[in-house]
């Protein structure tokens, strides 16, 4: 059976995000149903910068029999505007959505959204590889576990529990034209660039978090065969690790170290994780196997913040980590939370003095939105900080709201948004930083990084509508 695959954008975000990426989750949904035994292709619509027209134009000769659409939350107005664009150029062919965006309540997807006509929450390799093979034996969509669609007079039916995908298989990335990725400073240090998954989800609970918390290692052996595979046929150079926390089992990233060096894999790499799943041992591995950035959740300089967010973890261990990074010759970024519950002036300031003494090479305040399905979601719900119906109204209505974000009478909104662009302008725009990003330029490709950074910096400080600076 034909089935086509497509990646949906977030436009407003396109310039804040980390760059245009492989679609990892599309892929390995292809890779099922190829396993499978179908014809499937994708269409990743940021990567060819399509329009809805340009898609039209290319949906109308492809009969697909099913088009399964993926997007998150943000690209969700999207949804409506895709789906609606297919139904129209191929009248028979079944919409399945997934991704992200399922964390709104698939009933109301439905209710909504004419045109969609299943929804899969979560994992989606399992329900879908099942909904294409009954689909192509026109069975009972009933016998498809893992599904939500409209049954007999349109009432909502959901058809149980799938199993989790346990294959190790890679992305299909022969069906993505590879050519087409690219990070955006101050990622991005050699090219082309891939992503690539080493492990799902991950163990921790911090409040605003809507990440699956089941932590699901691959192996080593395999990982690194995709490495070497992405290498040999793609010429990839560069990685960006997507896992929620890279380094959860120190052991594990430590064995990999030792295969990527054993193997003269030589690739660099980029990876995001927790301040306190590191040590001095580990930086080093990691550094001398090709590991060239780290992305930290430091969220706050406040000890009060920190256990508000049930982050788990203290300034000390901020403090130390970032300096044994530094010790160790690799690079860091902190993401920053600003309005989180409990947050004031005072808390913020200590936010930015942590900043100042720990130096990392890049720093990100990201205003906090608080994202249905995390526990942050229900309390700000709870605390009638968010309307508890605010994205069911948003999202359906075709309107491109803002998220609305956790304020409390002591810290506005305007005040997150002042905070976040003081606290971005006094990292950047400041003698000391300028010089020491100057005085690490080796090549003409860092110095383009270095000017393509500052530009989307500055545009997005003074001329920027997105606010929410998350990935
Ligand atoms: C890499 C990445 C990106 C990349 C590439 C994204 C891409 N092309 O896939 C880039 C840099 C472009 C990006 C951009 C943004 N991202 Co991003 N990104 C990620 C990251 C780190 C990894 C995504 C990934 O590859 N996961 C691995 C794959 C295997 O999982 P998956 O995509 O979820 O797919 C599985 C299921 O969701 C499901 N599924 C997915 N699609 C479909 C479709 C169908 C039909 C079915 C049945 C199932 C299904 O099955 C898949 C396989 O199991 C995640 C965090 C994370 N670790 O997940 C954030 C994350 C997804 N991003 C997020 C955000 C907010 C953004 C931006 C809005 C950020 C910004 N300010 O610019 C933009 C918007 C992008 C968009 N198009 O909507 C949020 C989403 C929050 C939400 N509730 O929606 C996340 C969760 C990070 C976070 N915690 O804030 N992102
Ligand atoms: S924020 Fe990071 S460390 Fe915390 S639960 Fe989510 S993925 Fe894990």
């Known amino acids: 059976m034909d089935i086509t695959l497509v990646n949906l954008p977030a436009k407003r975000f396109r310039y804040t995000s980390l760059g245009v990426l492989p679609p990892l989750g599309v892929a390995y949904l292809a890779s099922a149903l190829l396993e499978g035994g179908h014809n499937v292709d994708i269409i990743d619509i940021p990567a060819s910068d399509l ?30 505007n895709f789906s609606e664009a297919i139904k129209g150029e191929v009248p028979g062919a079944l919409i399945v959505l997934g991704g992200l965006c399922t964390v709104l309540p ?9 045109a969609v006509d299943i929804v899969i ?37 959901y058809s149980g529990k799938t199993q989790r995908q346990k294959s190790d298989y890679f992305p299909a990335y022969s069906l993505l034209d590879m050519k087409k990725y690219y990070l955006h400073p101050p990622f991005g240090v050699s090219f082309p660039v891939a992503s690539m998954e080493t492990s799902r989800g991950c163990p921790f609970g911090c409040r605003f978090c809507c990440l699956s918390k089941s932590y699901r290692p691959r192996e080593i052996e395999r990982v690194i065969e995709e490495m070497a595979y992405l290498k040999q046929n793609y010429g990839v150079n560069e990685i960006y690790f997507v896992d929620h926390t890279f380094t959860i089992s ?36 990691m550094r001398k196997a090709g590991c060239y950035m780290i992305s930290y959740g430091v969220e ?3 000890e009060k913040i920190l256990k508000n967010l049930n982050k788990g973890i203290s300034v000390k261990d901020i403090e130390n980590t970032m300096s044994l990074t530094r010790k160790y010759g690799i690079r860091s970024v902190a993401y920053m939370i600003v309005g989180s519950p409990g947050e004031t002036r005072e808390t913020i300031k200590e936010s930015l003095a942590l900043i100042k003494r720990i130096k990392p090479d890049y720093v990100l305040y990201n205003a906090l939105a608080p994202d249905p399905g995390s526990e942050l979601f229900s309390d700000a719900v709870n605390n009638k900080i968010v309307e508890k119906d605010f994205f069911k109204n948003a999202v359906f209505s075709g309107e491109d709201k803002d998220w609305p974000l956790y304020s409390t009478p002591e810290f506005s909104s305007s005040d997150v948004e002042f905070w976040v662009k003081k606290g971005t302008r006094e990292f950047y725009f400041n003698i000391p930083y300028v010089f020491r990003s100057l005085a690490r330029i080796r090549s003409m490709n860092e110095l383009k990084i270095i000017l393509r950074g500052a530009r989307i910096l500055l545009s997005d400080i003074f001329f920027g509508k997105d606010k929410y600076l998350i990935n």
């Open 106 to 114: 698939a009933e109301d997807i439905l209710k909504n959204i004419p």
């Open 250 to 285: 120190a052991e594990r990233i430590s064995a990999l170290c030792r295969e990527i060096i054993k193997r003269g894999i030589k690739i660099v790499w980029s990876c995001k994780t927790r301040v306190d799943l590191v040590s001095g041992d580990l930086l080093r591995r």
């Open 51 to 80: 329009s809805l027209e340009d898609f039209r134009r290319l949906i109308r000769h492809k009969k697909s029999r099913i088009y399964g659409i993926s997007s998150t939350l943000f690209g969700f107005q999207d949804v409506i």
């Open 300 to 302: 706050s300089g406040s």
């Open 121 to 157: 929450p979560g994992e989606g390799e399992e329900p879908l590889r099942q909904l294409c093979e009954i689909v192509s034996c026109d069975g009972d969509l009933k016998e498809a576990k893992g599904i939500f669609f409209r049954g007999g007079g349109g009432a909502l039916c």
